[in-house]
Nanobody
Framework: QVELVESGGGSVPAGGSLRLSCAAS????????MGWFRQTPGKEREGVAA?????????????YYADSVKGRFTISQDNAKNTVYLQMNNLKPEDTAMYYCAVLPGVGCYSGSWHRPDEYDYWGQGTQVTVSS
């Protein structure tokens, strides 16, 4: 069992920045795929970014991004803190959503599936991001 807790959401004007955090606890795995998703009312959950952790203790890893956030968002991890981050810069009103982190433990991310919510086993409760124009 893995528990995920997101934080860092808030309200910012367009062009602003936020850094979301996702703290993991419970069972740990050497390899995993950590993802960030977002969802607005009436729409499907959308994959934003993901990071493939190759081995425990290794903060590097292959990253994946949705086209809509490339160049603006950066996913990173700090294994010592069991935390994954999503740095969001140059935010736009269309980035407004509830943001969730998720983990697929024991398995890596793959280019054809990292963005699919049904690939992930555990989810956080979400943190709201609101960007005003």
């Amino acid at each position: 069992q893995v528990e995920l807790v997101e934080s860092g959401g808030g309200s910012v004007p367009a062009g602003g920045s936020l850094r979301l955090s996702c703290a993991a606890s419970g069972a740990t795995y050497s390899t995993n795929c950590m993802g960030w998703f977002r969802q607005t009312p009436g729409k499907e959950r959308e994959g934003v970014a993901a990071m493939y952790r190759y081995r425990k203790g290794d903060d590097s890893g292959k990253t994946y991004y949705a086209d809509s956030v490339k160049g603006r968002f950066t996913i990173s991890q700090d294994n010592a803190k069991n935390t994954v981050y999503l740095q969001m810069n140059n935010l736009k009103p269309e980035d407004t959503a509830m943001y969730y982190c998720a983990v697929l433990p024991g398995v890596g991310c793959y280019s054809g599936s990292w963005h699919r919510p049904d690939e992930y086993d555990y989810w956080g409760q979400g943190t709201q991001v609101t960007v005003s124009s």
